[in-house]
Every structure is written in C-alpha cells, then in structure tokens.
C-alpha cells in the first residue's frame, strides 16, 4: 500500500510503530506536490528543504518522547491566511504578497506542538471573499476530481491538497461556508466548529463574528484527531471558549439509536439540483437504518440568511480591512501624492475587485443614515435565525442538509453573477450566523464523476454528536477512494 | 423600495472605503451595489420590531486577565514588513502641504 493511501491516523500509528518516519511522510507529499502541483495550483508556498529539516526534527521529537499525540509526525497544509512565522502569508492577496509574519497562529503553534509538519501555505479565495478559489490574485486552483471544475472556496487549496494526496490533513477557515462547501466539492470531510471552539488569534481577520479555523481530512476520524489538538481556550483570542469537551477522539462511536435527525423541508425545495437531493435522502436512509429517527420539519427564514449575512460580512470585512493602508505592512503604491493618496492608490491597486466589492457594500451599510435600515436589522435577522435554530435542537440533535445546492462548477462559470455565487451560500452561512458548528461527510459520486457531501449541522458544543453521527455515514457508505487512489488502483 | 444609488452616494462610499475608482469602475460598482441592495431588501419583510440586534453569539461582554507584566513584540520585528522605514519608525508620505 502506498503510504498517501494512509489516513492521517493510520501513518500516525505507523511512525510511532517505526514502520515508517515522518521523513518519509514529508517527501511522500513533497514528491506528490511535484507531480500534482503545477496542474492543480493548491500551493502558494512551499519549501521543501524547510519541510525536510523540521520532519527530521519531529523524527527526533517523536524518538524522545517530546510528541506523543496521535498525529505526531503527519504533513499537514495550512491555509494562507493563518499567519506561520517566517513564511510568507499573502491572504492570496497582491496587498499582502510580501508580507511575512513574524508571529504564529495560535492554530499553527498547536499543530506544531502536536509534532505535525508544516507543508505549506494553500491558495484561496482573496481574504476568503468567494467561492471558487478563483478570486485569489495569484491563479485559480483546480478540482482535483476533474481539473476543469472549481475546487470550490474559500479553502479551496486546502481541499484540494488533501484530495489528491499532496496533503494528509488542512486546516482551512469557515466564514460561510469556506471549510463545508469545498470539502463537498473535493470529497474531503471538514468541520467548522462552534464559533470560538478554536482561537482566531493569527487568523487574518474577514468577518470577526463569523470567522472560525477548522480541520479538513480525508475520513471523520482524522477530523475529530485534528479538531482536538487545534481546540482550546487562548488569552490572545477574547471570543475563545473554555471547552472541557475537547477529546473527540475518543468521544466516537458511532451508536445512533437515541439521534434525532431533522431535514429542513426547505433545503430540499427549490435550485437544489437531483443529485444533491438524492445524496440527502441516501444519507437519511442510511441514519434510519442505524436506527435514528428522521423527520421533515420547517426551519424557517432560509430565504433570509444570504442577505443578512452579506450585511454582516462586509460591514465587518470593511472595518477589519481598514488596516491595510500601505503604511505598517504590505503593498504601498509607488506612485502617490501625500498621505491619503497614498492609502488610497494602495488599496485600490492592492486589493482585488471582490475584495473592493465587500469593502464598499460594508462601507455603506455601516455609513451614517443607513446603519440602523442595513447593519441593525441585519444583526435583528441574525437574532431571529438564532431563536429558529434554537427550536429546531430542542426538537432534533442534527439538521441534516447539503453542503451546497450542486457539485463543483465549471471553472470561469461563477465570478461574472457575484449575486448568484452569494446564493451557492444558502445551506452553509446560517451555522456561521447562528455559532453552530457544521461538518462536511462524502456521501457518493454523481454521474459526471464529482463528489457530493452532506452537511451535518449541530447545537453549539456538540461537534461529537457530528463526528458520531459521520462515523455511522461513512460505515453504511464504505471506503471513499479519492482520485489519486483511484489512478494507483488502475494503473 | 431600496435605497437608490446615486453618483453622490458612490462618491461618499469612495471616500469612507477608501478607494479610488474609474468612471466605468464607479458605473459598474452602483449597478452591482443597487442590485445587491435591492436583494438586501427582503429583509423588511421580517417583523424585527421586538428583536434586539445580535452582535455575538456567547454572552460575552469584558473579558479581563491579571494585571501582570508580559513580553511585548519589539519595535524591530514590527517594522520587519514596513514598505517605508526610518529611524525606528515606521516612513509615510508628507501630510500636510
């Protein structure tokens, strides 16, 4: 068996048993980003000499006892806007292109100290803002399933480095739906956990209130693995939560007799193509015969969370993005006259048109006279949306739903109706607005060979209800082959 | 009815969001921003009138820590990624005339 066939707790496993080492595994994936990377663009940065260096490091680190975990030795991507010390993070944005941050993430200091090896940095939507990956200044990223399809985004680079074997685990961020939607795109398993369940510290700031970083594996088991070493309270991030649930490892099983699963009648209605239904009613059968209870019910307000959600985001995108002004960091334009002119030109030739569209929509929304008509009903309809999921648990344990309403689009197909691309939102960005936290679980391949997922979405603080709940899927649904498997197993 | 974009309104937007637009720029920027605002609209059809707005989902309000003494970023690794520096400081153009 080739060792990118492992899951990220199989290679674990195997290097602790010395099978294996975590240098193998490191140029496993460096070879496999050589061969894969120049067609799929998932890479914005990687080092390969750096990689080597610290595998070694950790080969020692795991010899001596200083890790132990269970994903001690294993590569991992790091989407590019989580700031890594040394290591340039450009947000996939011409404004941050040289910017080098002299600092780690909270997240990237846990992976570390985990005794993971850091791969890379993974290309994405500029500043999250988008779903394609196509809006990164620095070329798009191609769908590992079928290069002339989107990976989906914003993490649609770290999607895609895992589908094809160039990863073993990611971390991506989730604003409104950037961890589930690609997952389901690419045939990943990702989650976006309770808001504050992971800290946001070095994670470049798009939508404060909405924003979250979290894991993205090739199976479920992986995912909780990862989710419990990134998840914990930190002083440097005000909005954490001090969690003492944070084993979901050993949280699993995958018992479901007791689960209330409710589906969204309206998730199934209208713009919703068949093979995403079918894969939503596969998936219920699949609970009913591990012996759950599933029911239709009414959420309600769907109709109301893509524009009350695009209030929120870019008021929040506006004010968080004021900082970057050519001053303290990042692109200045050589061509300016006096101080403003020089904040001015900077950030109009720094940041990209969807960048600039967010800017300017959040601007107004936030502007004297319009505040209270925009942003505050905006924040009353969030407030509303929370209440109707409040309902909803105290009736269910999970909302079954997709995590998108088709598979990956045509690259080129999606950045000409930004309205449209918005609505491609509508199953994902309420968890983001209500603080749930939502998983991603491969579910089956449709006829033109894409993957399709459902999403699980939970009460706050019960992502091992998810997990539990996706190691029954995946037990009725069998192996999930991702392509690079499949072109071994043809050849 | 939404708001109605106008060439003054984009104007203003230019200067808070601090951005210099084309003509055709602004042009395709207020039809974009009229046709997501009417979108937005469909928000006035949700009776709010009894609902207090919600900024943050945990009812988190002053989180404090210790009084105590702690390293701080030095003065050299912020100005590491400075586009202009001088003196240990951090170089803009002129700002008043």
Redesign the interface.
């Known amino acids: 068996m080739d060792i990118l066939d492992l899951t990220a707790t199989e290679l674990a496993e195997k290097i602790k048993r010395k099978e294996c080492s975590a240098v193998e595994a490191a140029a496993a994936c460096i070879e496999q980003i050589g061969r894969e990377d120049k067609k799929l663009h998932a890479f914005l940065n990687v080092d390969a000499d750096a990689v080597l260096r610290r595998a070694k490091e950790v080969d020692r680190g795991i010899e001596t006892g200083i890790y132990t975990g269970p994903l001690a030795g294993v590569p991992i991507a790091v989407k590019d806007n989580i700031c890594t010390k040394g290591m340039a993070t450009t947000c996939a944005s011409k404004i941050l292109e040289?910017?080098?941050p002299?600092?780690n993430a909270e997240a990237v200091d846990r992976i570390e100290a985990a005794g993971m090896v850091l791969l890379g940095k993974t290309n994405m939507d500029e500043f999250a803002m988008g779903s394609t990956t196509e809006t990164s200044a620095f070329g798009d990223t191609k769908n590992p399933w079928d290069p002339a399809h989107v990976p989906g985004g914003s993490s649609g680079g770290s999607c895609a480095a895992v589908a094809s074997g160039e990863a073993f685990l990611a971390l991506g961020s989730d604003t409104g739906g950037s961890i589930r939607q690609p997952s389901s795109y690419c045939g990943v398993t990702g989650i976006k956990p309770t808001?504050?369940t992971v800290s946001r510290y070095g994670l470049i700031a798009y939508a404060s209130?909405l924003d979250q970083i979290g894991p993205i594996a090739k199976n479920t088991k992986d995912c909780a693995a990862l989710l419990s070493v990134l998840a914990g309270q930190d002083?440097k991030d005000?909005?954490s939560?001090k969690r003492t649930d944070t084993d979901f490892l050993s949280a699993a099983g995958d018992d479901m007799s007791e689960m209330k699963i409710g589906i969204p009648v309206e998730y199934l209605s209208d713009g919703i193509d068949d093979d995403v239904k079918e894969s939503v009613l596969k998936a219920a059968e699949w609970f009913k015969i591990l012996g759950a209870s599933v029911e239709y019910f009414d959420l309600g307000?769907t109709?109301?969370t893509i524009?009350?959600y695009?209030?929120i985001a870019s008021a929040e995108a506006?004010s968080n993005l004021?900082r970057f002004?050519?001053?303290?960091?990042?692109?200045?334009s050589s061509s300016?006259?006096?101080?403003?002119?020089?904040?001015?030109?900077s950030?109009?030739e720094g940041?990209g048109p969807e960048v600039?569209?967010r800017?300017?929509?959040g601007?107004?929304v936030l502007?004297s006279g319009?505040y209270d008509?925009?942003y505050?009903?905006?924040?009353?309809?969030?407030?509303?949306l929370?209440e109707a999921f409040d309902r909803a648990f105290s009736r269910f344990d999970i909302i079954l739903g997709p995590a998108a309403p088709t598979a990956a689009p045509r690259l080129g197909t999606s950045l000409n109706d930004?309205?449209k691309m918005y609505l491609s939102d509508i199953y994902t960005v309420s968890a983001n607005l209500?603080?749930l936290p939502g998983l991603t679980v491969p579910c089956k391949i449709n006829k033109d060979g894409l993957p399709i997922g459902v999403q699980l979405t939970g009460n706050?603080f019960a992502e091992s209800k998810l997990f539990q709940a996706a190691y029954g899927l995946e037990k009725l649904r069998g192996p999930w082959q991702l392509p690079f498997m499949r072109k071994e197993c043809m050849e | 009815m939404a708001?109605k974009i106008t060439d003054k309104?984009m104007d203003?937007?230019e200067i808070?969001?601090?951005?210099?637009?084309t003509k055709a720029e602004k042009e395709k920027?207020k039809a974009?921003?009229q046709?997501?605002?009417d979108?937005?609209d469909?928000?006035?059809r949700?009776d709010?009138e009894n609902?207090?707005?919600?900024?943050?989902?945990?009812p988190?309000s002053n989180?404090f820590?210790e009084d105590v003494e702690m390293d701080s970023?030095s003065a050299d690794?912020?100005l590491?990624?400075?586009?202009?520096k001088k003196d240990g400081m951090?170089l803009?153009?002129?700002?008043i005339?």
Not at chain 1, 336 to 345: F, S, T
Not at chain 1, 376 to 384: G, S
Not at chain 2, 92 to 95: E, I, R, T
Request: charged share 25%; net charge positive.
């Open positions: 040289n910017f080098v002299f600092y808001y504050g209130s002083s005000s909005t939560v307000l109709e109301y524009p009350a695009y209030v506006s004021e002004d050519g001053v303290k960091y990042g692109y200045r300016c006259e006096g101080l403003h002119d020089m904040y001015k030109k950030r109009s940041f600039k569209r800017i300017m929509l601007s107004f502007s319009y008509a925009y505050l009903k905006a924040l009353r309809v969030r407030a509303k929370k930004p309205l209500a603080g706050c | 708001e309104t203003e937007i808070l969001a601090k951005l210099v637009l920027a974009e921003m046709q997501m605002l979108y937005v469909m928000l006035d949700l709010t609902t207090e707005p919600l900024t943050h989902i945990f988190i989180v820590r970023t690794e912020l590491e990624n400075a586009p202009q951090f803009v153009p002129k700002s005339g």
